[in-house]
């Protein structure tokens, strides 16, 4: 790992540069991505995200000794989601799948069941499962908790942005997600809105979206024993200092709980993380 990377930071950031608001043609993002993997700040990328329906145009974008990890992320029914890693080209490694198992305000069980037999028949696949923050959840996460304590490779993934105000939770709400995730002893994955390292409002839209480096400290505090208002206290600050201090604290360990997110964009979470000094170095290679 490189010297100007912690290792708390590593593989924090999925590249999701596919999706809006980036929404870059799956080419231009396989370009990009060769650069982020050879960049000086490459163990702070993971895979690529793409949808399952574009992988086989993915293999024709690949020099003939090249190899990528991939992300796939489900646009087909989760039933044919086996199909995808049979049938990718041999030089691409299929290192996730993630699908959500219902619409807001469904019942979450019926599609866990489905994702959990594809779990079973991905062999070693890591499997996220977006489950939305309505009803349902606290029993969805039982059943993503039990599947994981029976040594298959699955978490869950929430949602914390998008192009409605209700898809925002709130600090409280998503504090309570994440300390049922780590009463489960749970990883979670999360989605959308993390544009930035602190909490924020968008002058465009008037959204308040959570920062990335709000997550990171309320996860800290979580597996430190934090309760549900400490961790919401965090995820609601607005003065990047206390979230700095408790990163720079557990910065050459493992992240712990929260998996990461996907963002469209690798230059402004990395562009953040310079500036809140957890990175150290510029954009030379």
Same mark, same amino acid.
């Given at each position: 790992?490189?010297?100007? &990377? @912690?290792? #708390?930071?590593?593989? *924090?950031?999925? +590249?999701?540069?596919?999706?809006?608001?980036?929404? $870059?043609? !799956? %080419?231009?993002?396989?370009?990009?991505?060769?650069?982020?993997?050879?960049?000086?700040?490459?163990?702070?990328?993971?895979?690529?995200?793409?949808?399952?329906?574009? &992988? @086989?145009? #993915?293999?024709?974008? *690949?020099?003939? +000794?090249?190899?990528?990890?991939?992300?796939?992320? $489900?646009? !087909? %029914?989760?039933?044919?989601?086996?199909?995808?890693?049979?049938?990718?080209?041999?030089?691409?490694?299929?290192?996730?799948?993630?699908?959500?198992?219902?619409?807001?305000?469904?019942?979450?069980?019926?599609? *866990?069941?489905?994702?959990?037999?594809?779990?079973?028949?991905?062999?070693?696949?890591?499997?996220?499962?977006?489950?939305?923050?309505?009803?349902?959840?606290?029993?969805?996460?039982?059943?993503?908790?039990?599947?994981?304590?029976?040594?298959?490779?699955?978490?869950?993934?929430?949602?914390?942005?998008?192009?409605?105000?209700?898809?925002?939770?709130?600090?409280?709400?998503?504090?309570?997600?994440?300390?049922?995730?780590?009463?489960?002893?749970?990883?979670?994955?999360?989605?959308?809105?993390?544009?930035?390292?602190?909490?924020?409002?968008?002058?465009?839209?008037?959204?308040?979206?959570?920062?990335?480096?709000?997550?990171?400290?309320?996860?800290?505090?979580?597996?430190?024993?934090?309760?549900?208002?400490?961790?919401?206290?965090?995820?609601?600050?607005?003065?990047?200092?206390?979230?700095?201090?408790?990163?720079?604290?557990?910065?050459?360990?493992?992240?712990?709980?929260?998996?990461?997110?996907?963002?469209?964009?690798?230059?402004?979470?990395?562009?953040?993380?310079?500036?809140?000094?957890?990175?150290?170095?510029?954009?030379?290679?």
């Amino acid at each position: 790992m490189s010297t100007q &990377l @912690p290792r #708390l930071l590593a593989g *924090l950031v999925d +590249d999701a540069a596919v999706f809006p608001p980036g929404s $870059a043609s !799956v %080419p231009d993002a396989v370009v990009a991505h060769r650069r982020h993997r050879t960049a000086w700040y490459a163990d702070l990328v993971g895979p690529l995200l793409l949808p399952a329906s574009t &992988l @086989p145009e #993915l293999a024709g974008l *690949l020099d003939a +000794d090249e190899r990528i990890a991939v992300g796939v992320i $489900a646009d !087909v %029914p989760i039933g044919q989601l086996h199909e995808v890693r049979a049938g990718a080209d041999p030089r691409i490694t299929v290192r996730q799948v993630e699908s959500a198992v219902a619409k807001r305000g469904e019942d979450p069980q019926p599609g *866990l069941a489905d994702l959990i037999k594809l779990t079973e028949r991905l062999d070693g696949v890591h499997v996220h499962a977006e489950v939305p923050l309505t009803f349902g959840l606290m029993a969805a996460l039982d059943t993503l908790a039990e599947a994981r304590a029976g040594g298959l490779p699955i978490a869950a993934k929430f949602r914390t942005g998008g192009l409605a105000a209700e898809l925002f939770p709130t600090p409280v709400e998503l504090a309570a997600v994440i300390c049922a995730c780590r009463d489960r002893e749970l990883p979670f994955k999360l989605t959308a809105g993390l544009h930035h390292a602190v909490r924020h409002r968008d002058p465009e839209t008037g959204f308040t979206h959570h920062g990335f480096g709000n997550v990171l400290a309320a996860a800290l505090a979580a597996v430190e024993g934090a309760e549900v208002d400490a961790v919401a206290e965090l995820l609601a600050v607005t003065d990047p200092v206390r979230l700095v201090e408790r990163a720079r604290a557990r910065r050459d360990s493992e992240r712990p709980l929260w998996i990461g997110y996907g963002s469209c964009s690798i230059e402004e979470p990395l562009t953040d993380l310079i500036r809140l000094g957890l990175v150290n170095g510029g954009f030379e290679e």
